[in-house]
T-cell receptor
Framework: IAGITQAPTSQILAAGRRMTLRCTQD?????MYWYRQDLGLGLRLIHY???????GKGEVPDGYSVSRANTDDFPLTLASAVPSQTSVYFC????????????FGPGTRLTVL | GQNIDQPTEMTATEGAIVQINCTYQ??????LFWYQQHAGEAPTFLSY??LDGLEEKGRFSSFLSRSKGYSYLLLKELQMKDSASYLC??????????WGAGTKLIIKP
C-alpha cells in the first residue's frame, strides 16, 4: 500500500441497508477525515479523528458513525442508508491537525436507491 | 455562518494566464489552501497561505489578503493538463477545513 486507499470504489445500496466504507493509510498519520462531495457544494466534513482512539463530529455527522481502533484504519458506517446519502466519499489524512496538507484517498462513489 | 465563494467556471486559452479568486468569511482563520481536482479523481494539494502576500511555486502562485478575506490562485503558461477544478479551503478556529464549491477551469487550445 502506498498512501491512502478506500474500498469499495463504488457501490449501489438499497435504502435502509447498513454499509461500511473502508479507509486505510500507511503513512502513520495521526489525523484522519471523512468528507462527502456533492455536485455544486464544497467538500463537507463528516467525522474526523485527531489520533487513534479519538473521534469528533464534523459539519454533517448525522446518519454516520466512525471508529479509530488503530492508526491506519478509519471506517465510516452508514447504519441505515437513505437516498440523501448518495454522494462521493473521500477519506483523507494528515500528520496532525496543524499540518498543512491533507492527503486524499481515491474516493468511494455511493448510490442509495 | 461560514462561507467560501469562488466562481463556478472559467475558460482560458493554452499558454495564457488565469486568476481564480476566492473570498471567505469564516469563524477564525488558520490558513488558506488551494487544491486541484481532476474529474473523477481526488483533490491534491497545491498551495498554502497563512500570511499576507504572494507564494510562488513554479507556474502556480497564490495570494492572500487576510484583511479583505480574499485570495487568488494564479496559473501561468497554461497547459491542457491544467483543465481541472480548483478548490479553495480555509482552516477555521477549530482547525477544520471549510471548502468552497470549486472553480472548474476549461483550457482551450
Amino acid at each position: 500500500i502506498a498512501g491512502i486507499t478506500q474500498a469499495p470504489t463504488s457501490q449501489i445500496l438499497a435504502a435502509g441497508r447498513r454499509m461500511t466504507l473502508r479507509c486505510t493509510q500507511d503513512m502513520r498519520h495521526n489525523a484522519m477525515y471523512w468528507y462527502r462531495q456533492d455536485l455544486g457544494l464544497g467538500l463537507r466534513l463528516i467525522h474526523y479523528s485527531n489520533t487513534a482512539g479519538t473521534t469528533g463530529k464534523g459539519e454533517v455527522p448525522d446518519g454516520y458513525s466512525v471508529s479509530r481502533a488503530n492508526t491506519d484504519d478509519f471506517p465510516l458506517t452508514l447504519a441505515s442508508a437513505v437516498p440523501s446519502q448518495t454522494s462521493v466519499y473521500f477519506c483523507a489524512s494528515s500528520p496532525g491537525l496543524e499540518n498543512n496538507e491533507q492527503f486524499f484517498g481515491p474516493g468511494t462513489r455511493l448510490t442509495v436507491l | 455562518g461560514q462561507n467560501i465563494d469562488q466562481p463556478t467556471e472559467m475558460t482560458a486559452t493554452e499558454g495564457a494566464i488565469v486568476q481564480i479568486n476566492c473570498t471567505y468569511q469564516t469563524s477564525g482563520f488558520n490558513g488558506l489552501f488551494w487544491y486541484q481536482q481532476h474529474a473523477g479523481e481526488a483533490p491534491t494539494f497545491l498551495s498554502y497561505n497563512v500570511l499576507d502576500g504572494l507564494e510562488e511555486k513554479g507556474r502556480f502562485s497564490s495570494f492572500l489578503s487576510r484583511s479583505k478575506g480574499y485570495s487568488y490562485l494564479l496559473l501561468k503558461e497554461l497547459q491542457m493538463k491544467d483543465s481541472a477544478s480548483y478548490l479553495c479551503a480555509v482552516r477555521d478556529s477549530n482547525y477544520q477545513l471549510i471548502w468552497g464549491a470549486g472553480t472548474k477551469l476549461i483550457i482551450k487550445p
